[in-house]
């Protein structure tokens, strides 16, 4: 029996790679009883990421499939159609990405669902949005981030477009398809009736931008790249030490004087280049090559215990594997074990929500295609004799754990 402010919500995944899997690993972590519903053949894309043959779980789909049940179920069958509806007609959830269309020509969008579960909250993630003359396109995440702007902003000032490391509008919309589940659940609680929940990646890239937004509505201007630095302050980037580089956030005025004490110029602060903060930005490269100067004189652990001593927010830009092993992330529970029967241990990135009624718990392993096919159908009311009948006409499949 699973726990968290969400158990007993029954959520029926028709998604993959990454932003519908964000939002059902979300849901899952949070106590919802959350079914992938994979296609056949095949299933999910990332199992073909890096696959490994011999654990058959890659890890990029371990990485977002944690605490879910499986199944796999073959749309383009009559049969297999019919199970995906009468599961829907229990379910409280279902989250899909298909392109637009394709839903409603298989008979299961949301009007003919809702017809059968007019309390089903139906979450469509696209690339752009269901409404609208791009509503048919297909989206990446590469694709959203260069068409909603993250990419003309991201890089070094007149550099080459660049797309941030990490898949900024994937993740984003899987979080943003959890915000408006979970807003469509409060309302279904008040009124019993469900509701179609519809985002896209390119709101998840657009909603990103806040502060350039802002500048652009208030000037009609639209900044490009700034290195890590700030769009409205400085200094507030990355510098280079004598062995590694660090952060510094001089975001305010009192930050400001500290920096300037510490590094041993306190004449800086009434100097007329850096006197406020939009002085220090529209001076910006002078001020940081002044800094940048002093900084690469001494180790990065050097600055980083006196700028902590004045209370500078500051900090190491750790690789990724540093970032994992720091105490930081044990003691927020960001790395979790997951222990798959064929697999062993797998490490996963944790729940980064904390509830005060939510204890850390075991997760459960990521499935095999199909691994949990005939108990979930039985949780759904399937005969066994019913569930034998679409295993011999292909309208689903089951793999075994062992």
Not at 148 to 172: F, H, L, Q, R, Y
Not at 363 to 371: D, I, S
Not at 378 to 389: K, M
Request: glycine share 12%; net charge negative.
């Amino acid at each position: 029996m699973k726990h968290g402010p969400l158990a007993g919500m029954k959520v029926l995944e028709l998604a993959q790679i990454m932003a519908g899997p964000t939002c059902g690993v979300m849901l899952a972590d949070l106590g919802a009883d959350v079914i992938k519903v994979e296609k056949l053949p095949g299933g999910d894309d990332t199992r073909g990421y890096r696959e490994d043959t011999a654990h058959r779980i890659p890890p990029s789909f371990a990485m977002l499939n944690r605490n879910k049940r499986g199944i796999a179920l073959n749309l383009k069958k009559p049969e297999g159609v019919a199970v995906l509806k009468r599961m829907a007609a229990q379910a409280d959830v279902l989250i899909e990405n298909y392109r637009a269309g394709t839903m409603d020509k298989l008979g299961v969008g949301y009007e003919a669902l809702r017809a059968i579960n007019p309390a089903l909250i139906y979450c469509s993630i696209s690339g752009y949005g269901r409404t609208g003359p791009m509503a048919d396109k297909g989206g990446f995440d590469l694709i959203a981030q260069a068409f909603g702007g993250i990419m003309s902003v991201t890089g070094e000032p007149g550099g080459a477009p660049m797309k941030p490391g990490n898949s900024v509008a994937d993740i984003n919309a899987g979080l943003l398809a959890v915000i408006g589940i979970q807003a469509a659940y409060v309302e279904r609680l008040r009124t019993g009736q469900g509701q179609y929940v519809d985002t896209s990646l390119f709101e998840a890239s657009l909603q990103q931008m806040y502060w350039f937004a802002a500048i652009y509505f208030a000037t009609g201007r639209s900044l490009g790249g700034a290195g890590s630095g700030h769009p409205l302050i400085a200094p507030y980037q990355a510098f280079r030490t004598a062995d590694q580089w660090i952060t510094i956030g001089g975001a305010n005025q009192a930050n400001w004087h500290r920096i300037a004490d510490l590094l041993g110029h306190p004449e800086w602060r009434e100097d007329p280049r850096f006197l406020a903060g939009e002085n220090r930005k529209a001076n910006e490269k002078v001020l940081a090559d002044l800094i940048g100067e002093i900084l690469v004189t001494q180790p990065a652990a050097y600055w980083l215990d006196k700028l902590d001593a004045v209370g500078v927010p500051a900090g190491p830009v750790n690789t990724i594997g540093q970032a994992l092993a720091h105490p930081q992330a044990a003691a927020r529970d960001m790395v979790v074990t997951v222990d798959h029967p064929s697999a062993g241990p797998m490490r996963a990135l944790g729940l980064p929500v904390k509830l005060s009624n939510l204890p850390p718990g075991q997760p459960t392993p990521p499935p095999l295609l199909g691994e949990h096919t005939r108990a979930v159908l039985a949780d759904y009311g399937f005969t066994t004799d019913e569930v034998d009948d679409l295993l011999a006409c292909g309208a689903v499949t089951e793999t075994s754990a062992t």
